[in-house]
């Protein structure tokens, strides 16, 4: 299916002018950074000298419990990459590098990021590295204070030193372990930003979206919104917005995942990371939530041989058992389907590479892992975020009482229901893949049977995984 034919109905919401104009409005963008800057600093500031004790440290909880059920839960499923517009780890790297906070500042030329960046590292290979690096060491940085505080200080020095050197946001579309599965799983989210009538961008030479113009910049994620057809790498920034004369730029209500049955753009770094997120729930799942505790005494260093093992055993898991699993299935039912007698009726297979069909049907795990890192974060939030309320008075563990919040304890919400909230989310997802799965498979083998025996070792694939989460949740 090409990008032309992906369909369904869109409902542009820049048609109702206030918010037209509030999109369009150069502050609008910090007017949500700042709030969410203020407490990046703290979480920060609260990791590197407030109390050691995680459960009464803001940055542990604020981070790991409150921002990260907000993003996983709400913003990415509903808002696509709308964390990337508020985000305060690539603004003050902007600030600087245009000499500007909210006014159009100076701007550096395209080339310097699409040339100076070097081309082997123009994919998400980088994310991928970057989040499983955090990933292999998460028993420590979200239980210790100061490992956030250090983790996510480097973060933002590294986004201020690429902007500097590169301008654009060369660390968000490159390096950023957050944004490479904001990115994938944007894909899912019923918004979308995307140029009104491509014919007018063809027609037009100007190109304020790639050059900016006097109302903003050029697109810091170096898109071309005439040939957006994914979310992936749109960081909803709203400057191609600002930017466009030809008012030729919409921000789109659509169906979900329509992106997934886009064939254009899709990669092996994008495979990948479908395999490391949806393996990594099922790792965090086992260490942080299964009654194993030799594991997660592995995972928390408890012994240098002992860590080793637990590294190995993670990224063998990462790499190369689950992708090669996940490639035996598609393997097979792709030479069950080529060996499916033809009907006269049925379109002409597509000639592909057992690793071409296999990357493509990749993209089937997008809704099968969302739905599993839901239901992981639903398993902690309801019980745990009840310790950010005396936090908010004593953010650094240290005896405050600002908002005489102090001494509200531990109150675990709603425990006895979520079970039921995480089966049917991860029900949900296994039937979304399995669609997914199939639409991508009608795109290489036309007919409806072939498409249907080619998904079948792909949905036990998906449906042993469900049932291992299901298994570990209830």
């Not at 304020?208 to 790498?233: K, L």
Request: aromatic residues 14%.
């Amino acid at each position: 299916m090409s990008a032309s034919t992906v369909g369904g109905w869109r409902f542009d919401l820049t048609r109702i002018a206030f918010i037209k104009r509030l999109l369009k409005h150069r502050g609008f963008q910090t007017l949500l950074i700042l709030p969410n800057l203020f407490a990046f600093v703290l979480v920060i500031l609260t990791g590197l000298i407030g109390t050691p004790v995680g459960n009464r440290n803001f940055s542990i909880i604020f981070t790991w419990i409150v921002w990260w059920a907000l993003l996983i839960v709400l913003l990415i499923p509903f808002g696509a990459r709308i964390w990337c517009t508020m985000c305060p780890i690539p603004a003050p790297g902007e600030w600087i590098d245009h000499i500007a906070v909210i006014t159009k500042g100076k701007e550096q030329r395209l080339s310097v990021a699409t040339k100076g960046w070097p081309k082997r590292f123009k994919n998400i290979w980088l994310q991928n590295g970057a989040f499983l690096s955090v990933a292999l060491f998460s028993a420590i940085i979200l239980t210790r204070p100061l490992a956030t505080g250090l983790v996510l200080l480097a973060f933002i020095l590294l986004a201020i030193s690429l902007s500097i050197k590169y301008g654009k946001r060369v660390f968000c579309r490159y390096v950023c372990p957050v944004g490479g599965f904001i990115g994938l799983y944007s894909m899912f989210a019923p918004v979308e930003v995307r140029v009104k009538d491509p014919e007018v961008c063809r027609g037009h030479g100007a190109k304020e979206c790639i050059q900016g113009s006097e109302n903003g910049y050029g697109c810091p994620w170096m898109e071309y919104p005439g040939n957006m057809v994914r979310n992936t790498y749109c960081g909803m920034c709203t400057e191609c917005l600002k930017t466009c004369s030809q008012d030729n730029i919409a921000v789109n209500l659509r169906p979900i995942a329509v992106d997934l049955f886009v064939d254009k753009g899709r990669g092996l770094d994008e495979a990948y990371k479908a395999f490391i997120m949806l393996t990594c729930a099922v790792v965090y799942s086992v260490v942080m939530l299964g009654p194993w505790g030799w594991i997660k005494n592995w995972a928390n260093m408890a012994s240098a041989p002992e860590f080793l093992a637990y590294a190995s055993m993670f990224l063998a898991a990462n790499l190369l058992v689950v992708p090669g699993l996940y490639f035996l299935a598609a393997w097979v039912g792709k030479l069950w389907a080529e060996r499916t007698p033809s009907t006269a009726s049925a379109a002409p297979v597509r000639v592909v590479t057992p690793k071409k069909f296999w990357i493509d049907v990749t993209y089937a795990l997008v809704p099968m892992g969302l739905a599993g890192w839901i239901a992981f974060s639903l398993s902690f939030v309801f019980v745990n975020v009840s310790y950010a309320i005396p936090l908010i008075s004593d953010p650094f563990g240290w005896g405050w009482n600002l908002l005489g919040t102090v001494d509200y304890h531990w109150t675990p919400y709603f425990p006895a229901v979520v079970g039921y909230l995480q089966v049917p989310i991860l029900l949900a997802g296994l039937a979304f893949s399995i669609f997914t799965a199939y639409q991508i498979a009608q795109q290489h083998f036309g007919a409806r049977a072939r498409a249907l025996r080619s998904v079948i070792p792909i949905s036990l694939f998906l449906t042993a995984f469900t049932s291992l989460f299901v298994y570990l949740y209830m």
